[in-house]
């Protein structure tokens, strides 16, 4: 076999490659832009999970005192070193919405953190500091805004069982919400309200005075 025949079936090859790899974006934005037919290539979703079963009980001794609403636009991108973005990288534009809750730890109260007087008038009671919960995502307030995506990550999504994920940026959220829950004033909200709710309490019961501290 000549040289020449060589070159002629190795451009065969990457040519027909290229034309396989055209076919299935062409197909994709034919897919994308024409509803009949995505709709006769389209897939359905059942299901047929089986009921939930409780595992464990566990009983709460925490007082969730205050409640932050947060939101925070991630712009998330990743480039491959040696490719354009247009090949090989991927960008992600995701709007994440969630709360985080501020509590105190009632249940780790020893005795001689309470203390009440002979007539039960007076009370005194030292709480540990109020801490953070971890932030929870809403899924009903959180969207992704834009994805761009190159050429290879557009055929890996083709052929990936979760081609949609979006725990990259969901976890990247989920920590920028948990650093503005730190700088903002949410524990210390949930120490007045829980001192507000502890002496509306105990005033009810009878006392007259309440005094409630923070710390060790």
């Not at 566990?58 to 969730?64: L, P, V």
């Not at 919405?97 to 509590?103: E, K, L, R, S």
């Amino acid at each position: 076999m000549t040289t020449s025949i060589k070159r002629m079936l190795v451009w065969a090859k990457v040519i027909t490659a290229v034309v396989l790899v055209l076919v299935v974006l062409f197909a994709g934005l034919r897919l994308a832009v024409l509803p009949g037919l995505r709709d006769l290539f389209g897939t359905e979703t059942h299901d047929r999970s089986g009921p939930a079963l409780l595992q464990s009980i566990q009983d709460m001794s925490r007082y969730d005192a205050a409640s932050g609403n947060f939101q925070v636009v991630v712009d998330l991108e990743k480039d491959a070193k040696f490719l354009p973005d247009a090949i090989r990288g991927s960008r992600t534009l995701y709007v994440g919405a969630g709360t985080v809750d501020a509590y105190v730890d009632l249940g780790s109260l020893a005795k001689n953190d309470v203390t009440v007087n002979s007539d039960r008038t007076s009370a005194t009671l030292r709480l540990p500091h109020a801490v953070l919960g971890k932030p929870a995502l809403d899924p009903d307030r959180s969207y992704a805004v834009s994805k761009q995506r190159g050429l290879l990550d557009r055929l890996g999504d083709f052929f990936s069982d979760n081609p949609n994920s979006e725990a990259s940026v969901q976890k990247l959220a989920a920590k920028h919400i948990g650093d503005a829950a730190k700088d903002s004033r949410l524990t210390a909200r949930a120490e007045q309200n829980t001192t507000s709710m502890l002496d509306g309490l105990l005033r009810s019961l009878g006392f007259t005075d309440v005094t409630v501290t923070y710390g060790t």
